[in-house]
């Protein structure tokens, strides 16, 4: 291969050769110098809150903002009808649609693409794309520039990052429920199959002796009926040596939890306050919407409003149709119809907030106490200090159970 330059025209000998890698040398340098000038220009462009060139985050738009000679600066600004679209995806990461529970993100991904939501380029929303809505802080209103480095992908220190002020589409603090959420399913930190798996207590019962987790043991008895159980697993790694070994038959002590969970968290008084709460919440929600919804209307009376003005000028023979007027004309029309879609989206999904009478709550906790496993009776209990299988009585395994209020805490197998 051979180097041919226009404007530096070099030979092959070895005085050339040399002279062309001084030459590439200097250019590198000027190069980098270059690189070096304009990410420090782009930087502090970002500290005065202006838009650099990066794509833009569904829900927003650009503004300009003041012209600098030939150079128009421009800032991130709310987009009224992809905003809704953001905050419909974190309210069904927290929420559900109403009908179920919260949404993960696949769920929401189908969700949205089933309900004709659609990206900024006109594309289905995938896994990568929702969770990339749900961890990122410009919908705090901290938009990072210099993030990262844009020939390695990597992420630059924390101190490199440039926060630019812009207007918040959600809550600090949903952000920050979101984002525990989020955190608490990393599969990095807790596996799928601890909160997928079939048994109850996956990952939350550990052995009162030494504190290894419990796991399930199966045997067959000459019946051929299988029993299984909560067994240490540091005995059944390492023996009799390392743990005495506790077993508790899985349905014991699995009704053992779940009494004690309906009992302390299906009280009436304890569900009236919860149902309160999520009352309130929604209709807060509800005065949000209503206050949103005036504002569109506003926009959307202040745009027919202009754009009659505009036509009984022309009507009048005030002004001529001239290309302004159309540029106008069209600027209006588009706020307007922006203004309506974004409410006639709003007025759909709008729910009315219901009231929870003392009678809704009976009729919500009769099933659980129905289908509720009865308690062991006292009398079927121990009574000795030392059970059949263990050193702790079952009466107060029931008894912590009952009185513990942190539920993530692991579950001692005491008996």
Not at 100 to 117: D, F, M, R, V
Not at 260 to 266: A, G, H, R, S, T
Request: net charge positive.
């Amino acid at each position: 291969m051979r180097l041919v330059s226009i404007t530096q025209e070099l030979g092959d000998d070895p005085a050339q050769v040399m002279m062309r890698q001084v030459i590439a040398l200097f250019d590198e340098y000027q190069s980098r110098e270059n690189a070096k000038h304009v990410l420090r220009a782009m930087k502090e462009h970002a500290r005065q809150g202006f838009y650099n060139g990066s794509p833009l985050p569904l829900g927003y738009t650009l503004e300009e903002v003041e012209k600098r000679g030939a150079r128009i600066k421009k800032r991130l600004c709310v987009d009224p009808v992809d905003a809704e679209t953001i905050k419909t995806i974190f309210k069904l990461y927290r929420l559900g649609d109403g009908e179920t529970g919260p949404i993960g993100i696949k769920g929401i991904a189908s969700w949205l693409n089933e309900h004709g939501y659609r990206t900024r380029t006109g594309g289905l929303f995938g896994v990568a794309a929702v969770h990339k809505i749900l961890t990122n802080t410009v919908y705090i209103g901290e938009w990072i520039f210099n993030k990262r480095c844009a020939k390695t992908q990597r992420e630059k220190p924390g101190s490199e990052h440039i926060v630019v002020d812009v207007p918040p589409i959600i809550s600090k603090s949903e952000f920050d429920a979101v984002a525990a959420s989020l955190k608490s399913r990393d599969p990095r930190v807790a596996a799928p199959r601890t909160v997928t798996g079939p048994i109850l207590l996956t990952g939350l019962t550990v052995c009162a002796s030494c504190g290894g987790a419990m796991t399930l043991r199966t045997g067959t008895s000459k019946s051929g009926t299988v029993h299984k159980y909560y067994t240490c697993s540091t005995c059944v790694r390492q023996g009799k040596a390392a743990c005495k070994g506790r077993s508790i038959p899985m349905g014991k002590l699995d009704d053992l939890v779940t009494t004690n969970l309906v009992e302390c968290l299906f009280r009436p008084e304890r569900l009236a306050a919860l149902l309160a709460s999520v009352s309130a919440r929604r209709a807060e929600k509800a005065l949000e919407i209503d206050r949103r919804v005036a504002t569109l209307q506003t926009e959307v009376t202040g745009a027919d409003e202009k754009l009659k003005r505009l036509y009984k000028m022309v009507e009048d023979g005030i002004t001529d149709l001239d290309d302004v007027l159309k540029g106008r004309i069209a600027s209006l029309k588009l706020d307007r119809d922006r203004a309506k879609t974004a409410l006639d989206r709003i007025t759909s999904q709008a729910a009315t907030p219901t009231a929870f009478s003392p009678e809704a709550i009976d009729v919500l906790v009769a099933p659980c106490a129905r289908t509720s496993p009865p308690a062991p009776s006292p009398s079927a209990r121990p009574t000795s200090g030392r059970s059949s299988i263990g050193s702790r009585s079952t009466t107060a395994l029931s008894a912590s159970l009952g009185t513990n209020q942190r539920w993530n805490k692991p579950l001692q197998a005491a008996s």
